[in-house]
């Protein structure tokens, strides 16, 4: 059983910065891309940012510049910085994992993000 978690969210001004993590679990757990993705209320999840098991990252357009996806393997962790947050980052942010087979896909109860004045 794999088990993804999330933390680090909370409630920030705009121009303000935020890192979330997420914790993987699980015997033998391996995997081919975490990411991290959001969804607002009344809107579709989106991705956000993605970590390729080969270092590859790949970021939304409307986060470049300011969001940062790293890892620590080691650990089984996935890291989610975000700086300059803006009104509109505002969502419950998710934590996915594909597994290395390609079969499975794990996610993680989401965390909170409020970006507000």
């Known amino acids: 059983q794999v088990q993804l978690v999330e933390s680090g969210g909370g409630s920030v001004q705009p121009g303000g910065s935020l890192k979330l993590s997420c914790a993987a679990s699980?015997?033998?757990?391996?995997?081919?891309?975490m990411g991290w993705y959001r969804q607002a209320p009344g809107k579709q999840r989106e991705l956000v940012a993605a970590?390729?098991?080969?270092?590859?990252?790949n970021y939304a357009d409307s986060v470049k510049g300011r969001f940062t996806i790293s890892r620590d393997n080691a650990k089984n962790l996935v890291y989610l910085q975000m700086n300059s947050l803006k009104p509109e980052d505002t969502a419950v942010y998710y934590c996915r994992a594909d597994s290395s087979s390609g079969i499975y896909v794990y996610w993680g109860q989401g965390t909170q993000v409020t970006v507000s004045s």
């Open positions: 970590i390729y098991s080969g270092g590859t990252t």
């Open positions: 699980g015997s033998r757990f391996s995997w081919s891309k």
